[in-house]
């Protein structure tokens, strides 16, 4: 069975990881398939939005603690050097780079638990909804190490550095909630009804002009990073090259006959 289910409908990809007998925790086996759905979402023209999601009562719960109490650390097979394992961790770690980064729009929903790297996960995604069951844990100071997949940037950036410090440092266990009371999601929602709202937003999502969306992300992403100044900057070049697009004069047009605009992505 595929550790990883890829799926496309329309213009939205939707990434399922399928390890339920084993809560979705991270493996190599995993980890590597989880890597090419996104890259192969990410390379794709056509997919204007990506969800993550997590077969069975798991989202994800981080990294499989059997491999971890043989020796190994997720991403890193077998008996080799503490380099080459930093290496490896790290070329699994761009899975939570692409979820942040890539010209899509990325949205995690938390079916169930999600702990660990799987929660570094969630939080790499642009947006996050949550089934009402699910639960969530940062873990890593319970499991004896530092954390990984960019949770500590991410966090903090979503919650607030002061609510993240105690998130990581007390490593207690939250439910759904308290996830959508600290605006860590978007909406709690009942579980049989998760689906449903995520497919909705991102069928919303992928109806607006790609270019503009993939601008939007670039100068949210980009704010994180630059002064004021060179925000300005950025956002005024990104604003009139957009501007200049068939999309922009399609939105115009459909505005002015009052009808939904149908874009291209030019």
């Not at 490896?88 to 702990?115: D, F, W, Y």
């Not at 992403?221 to 004021?228: I, V």
């Not at 950025?234 to 047009?253: L, P, S, V």
């Amino acid at each position: 069975m595929d550790t990883v289910l890829y799926q496309v409908e329309g213009a939205i990809a939707t990434v399922t990881l399928n390890r339920p007998e084993r809560m979705n925790t991270m493996n190599e086996e995993l980890l590597q398939a989880a890597l090419g759905a996104l890259e192969r979402g990410a390379g794709d023209d056509s997919v204007r939005v990506m969800i993550m999601t997590g077969a069975g009562r798991a989202f994800c719960a981080g990294g499989d603690l059997g491999s971890m109490a043989a020796g190994d650390v997720p991403g890193t097979p077998g008996t080799i050097g503490v380099q080459a394992r930093i290496d490896n961790l790290r070329h699994a770690m761009r899975t939570s780079q692409l979820l942040h980064e890539m010209p899509k729009v990325t949205i995690a929903a938390i079916n169930g638990a999600c702990a660990g790297a799987g929660l570094a996960w969630a939080c790499a995604a642009d947006l996050r909804y949550c089934a009402e069951s699910a639960m969530f844990n940062t873990a890593f100071m319970t499991a004896g190490l530092s954390g990984d997949f960019g949770g500590t940037w991410t966090l903090p950036r979503i919650v607030g550095p002061a609510k993240a410090r105690e998130l990581y440092l007390l490593a207690e266990k939250f439910p759904a909630r308290e996830a959508e009371r600290i605006g860590l999601v978007s909406r709690c929602l009942p579980d049989a009804e998760l689906m449903a709202e995520v497919q909705r937003v991102a069928t919303r999502i992928a109806g607006f002009a790609p270019l503009t969306m993939r601008s939007i992300k670039a100068n949210l992403n980009d704010a994180d990073g630059l002064s004021f100044s060179e925000m300005l900057d950025r956002e005024a070049e990104r604003h009139i090259r957009c501007g200049q697009t068939d999309d922009a004069r399609e939105a115009a047009a459909a505005f002015l006959e009052k009808r939904q605009p149908v874009f291209a992505g030019r």
